[in-house]
């Protein structure tokens, strides 16, 4: 069992920069793919980035590709969301989620996930 707590989200300007975190319980992080998804007014949730259990490879969508970097520190359990120039239509609840497998996807194919944390952009 994976328990994950997104932090981080918050209010800022249309071309600021936020970073937000993921911690995560347990013993074997690095056997966990994980990924970041979003959930905007309106709309459905969907997949933002994704990384590997080693953190060697990394996906992203193509609407934050060069904007948003995911990574993250298996010494410290954690994942990160670094988000650049950020615009109106960032504005969604972010969620991290793991999956049982090193392996990631960009598919909503995830076991765990977090409560979310709100990110807000305003123009």
């Known amino acids: 069992q994976v328990q994950l707590v997104e932090s981080g989200g918050g209010l800022v300007q249309a071309g600021n920069s936020l970073k937000l975190s993921c911690a995560a319980s347990g013993r074997t992080f690095g056997g966990y793919a994980m990924a970041w998804f979003r959930q905007g007014p309106g709309k459905e949730r969907a997949i933002v980035a994704a990384?590997?259990?080693?953190?060697?490879?990394?996906s992203y969508v193509d609407s934050v590709k060069g904007r948003f970097t995911i990574s993250r520190d298996n010494a410290k359990n954690t994942m990160y969301l670094q988000m650049n120039n950020l615009k109106a239509e960032d504005t969604a609840v972010y969620y991290c989620?793991?999956?049982?497998?090193?392996?990631?996807?960009?598919?909503?194919?995830?076991?765990?996930w977090g409560q979310g944390t709100q990110v807000t952009v305003s123009s």
């Open positions: 989620a793991a999956r049982f497998s090193t392996v990631e996807t960009m598919t909503p194919r995830y076991d765990y």
């Open positions: 990384i590997s259990g080693s953190g060697a490879r990394t």
